[in-house]
């Protein structure tokens, strides 16, 4: 059995000449073994996993989470925020897809624990890195742009009604409107154009000027990360001569 499954691992190699994790389940789900005995054959035999479903290595493309999924998967988190593999996975049975899952892990930062082809295990427990908080203020302090400020105008992105976006996050429509009119005054721009109707045309959307906004905050914090881990590995890793 190991041999012939061992065949069939060779005969789907990607471009690269390894396993991709989709195609790993799908020869567990064949064969009718564990997803991790699939891990240990590609392991033992010198092959390795490629593009992770939930977005932990590869080169998989991601969208941006949504926010109605993280109320979903939150009951789901242990201790320390992370989910497993397992559950991860599971939320397909929910119909919710795993592009969706591994850019919500992706957006809200949610870490994977006890991957089920077994390729990360010991390595992430081991993995330093280092956790950023990057926000924006105008000159009399107030945050124009951080985690858990922009949540609503991604909200009104999604759903085109601040009423919506209100009820995601729990508030009132009221208290979401003096949010909004609050950001808006004190960053001097125009976030929203609301039309009243029942036309498409009708709701809360985003101005281009907000979109603008938001993709460059989301750019700068991105590469604040990526220098802050670079420079971490060189200030408490770099092999002394």
Same mark, same amino acid.
């Given at each position: 059995?190991?041999?012939?499954?061992? +065949?069939?691992?060779?005969?789907?190699?990607?471009?690269?000449?390894?396993?991709?994790?989709?195609?790993?389940?799908?020869?567990?789900?064949? @064969?009718?073994?564990?997803?991790? @005995?699939?891990?240990?054959?590609?392991?033992?035999?010198?092959?390795?996993?490629?593009?992770?479903?939930?977005?932990?290595?590869?080169?998989?493309?991601?969208?941006?989470?949504?926010?109605?999924?993280?109320?979903?998967?939150?009951?789901?988190?242990?201790?320390?925020?992370?989910?497993?593999?397992?559950?991860?996975?599971?939320? !397909?049975?929910?119909?919710?897809? %795993?592009?969706? !899952?591994?850019?919500? %892990?992706?957006?809200?930062?949610?870490?994977?624990? $006890?991957?089920?082809?077994?390729?990360?295990?010991?390595?992430?427990?081991?993995?330093?890195? !280092?956790?950023?908080?990057?926000?924006?203020?105008?000159?009399?302090?107030?945050?124009?742009?951080?985690?858990?400020?922009?949540?609503?105008?991604?909200?009104? +992105?999604?759903?085109?009604?601040?009423?919506?976006? +209100?009820?995601?996050?729990?508030?009132? $429509?009221?208290?979401?409107?003096?949010?909004?009119?609050?950001?808006?005054?004190?960053?001097?721009?125009?976030?929203?154009?609301?039309?009243?109707?029942?036309?498409?045309?009708?709701?809360?959307?985003?101005?281009?000027?907000?979109? #603008?906004?938001?993709?460059?905050?989301?750019?700068?914090?991105?590469?604040?990360?990526?220098? +802050?881990?670079?420079?971490?590995? #060189?200030?408490?890793?770099?092999?002394?001569?």
């Amino acid at each position: 059995m190991e041999n012939e499954i061992l +065949a069939c691992i060779k005969e789907m190699l990607n471009g690269d000449e390894k396993l991709d994790c989709n195609t790993a389940f799908k020869l567990a789900k064949k @064969f009718n073994k564990d997803a991790k @005995f699939i891990g240990e054959v590609a392991q033992k035999n010198g092959i390795r996993i490629d593009n992770c479903e939930l977005g932990q290595f590869g080169h998989l493309d991601f969208d941006k989470g949504r926010h109605e999924l993280l109320k979903i998967i939150e009951p789901y988190l242990d201790e320390n925020g992370k989910i497993s593999c397992a559950k991860a996975r599971e939320f !397909v049975k929910m119909n919710v897809n %795993l592009k969706a !899952v591994r850019s919500l %892990l992706k957006t809200y930062d949610i870490g994977v624990t $006890y991957c089920e082809l077994g390729c990360f295990k010991e390595k992430r427990n081991k993995e330093l890195i !280092v956790k950023t908080k990057t926000w924006i203020e105008n000159g009399n302090g107030d945050v124009l742009f951080g985690k858990g400020k922009t949540e609503l105008l991604e909200l009104i +992105a999604q759903t085109g009604s601040l009423l919506h976006a +209100a009820k995601m996050m729990n508030l009132n $429509y009221k208290k979401a409107w003096t949010h909004l009119h609050n950001l808006q005054q004190n960053s001097q721009e125009q976030l929203v154009i609301t039309r009243q109707g029942r036309s498409q045309e009708s709701g809360t959307k985003l101005t281009d000027r907000a979109l #603008e906004l938001m993709k460059n905050y989301s750019i700068l914090q991105k590469d604040i990360e990526e220098y +802050a881990n670079k420079r971490f590995k #060189e200030l408490f890793f770099q092999t002394k001569e």
